[in-house]
């Protein structure tokens, strides 16, 4: 390898660590932020070494993002859908959530009482607002009817 290609890899892989530094990344969300600033051969020789290197991973990436969108709230359906778009693998996705799976429908009972309080809906109208609320966080209609029945 010339001086130039070495230099470019080496690059690449501080460019990589500098962004893992910061919060975990997937494979797939690294290589789209690289490759605008790199070229692709390189992005995935140096993104492929971190992977062996243990230092990226996708699992831990995952995990860390289900964690974190947990806590502000989102739902299952939600959480999947900003994955997807991040590129990351659906049997991956779905191992993730059904970990979680029997925190969902507490996880909508808490949501629902924090912004509206403990009380059942007064009316239809209500009931309708509070559901799609919930909806748009990304709760599926089992969970939002579970977070009603338990009020």
């Known amino acids: 390898m010339s001086a130039d290609v070495i230099q470019s890899v080496n690059d690449v892989r501080r460019a990589a660590m500098d962004l893992l530094a910061r919060r975990e ?4 969300e ?3 932020k690289l490759s605008g600033r790199f070229p692709r ?18 699992d831990r990436f995952v995990e860390s993002f289900v964690y974190s ?5 989102y739902g299952p359906v939600r959480i999947k859908s900003e994955l ?4 990351v693998d659906s049997e991956l996705i779905g191992q993730y959530l059904l ?8 996880l909508a009972k808490a949501v629902k009482e924090r912004k509206f309080g403990a009380s059942v809906p007064r009316d239809h109208k ?10 748009q966080r990304g709760f599926s209609m089992s969970q939002i009817y579970s977070a009603f029945s338990a009020s």
């Not at 970990?99 to 507490?106: G, I, L, S, T």
């Open 25 to 28: 990344h997937g494979f797939t």
């Open 30 to 32: 690294l290589a789209r």
């Open 41 to 58: 051969e390189l992005v995935f020789d140096a993104l492929t070494r971190l992977r062996e290197e243990r230092l990226q991973s996708d």
């Open 69 to 73: 969108r947990q806590q502000r709230g």
């Open 84 to 87: 997807f778009q991040k590129g």
């Open 99 to 106: 970990e979680q799976d029997d925190h969902w429908d507490e």
């Open 126 to 135: 209500e009931r309708a607002r509070q559901t799609r609320f919930l909806a």
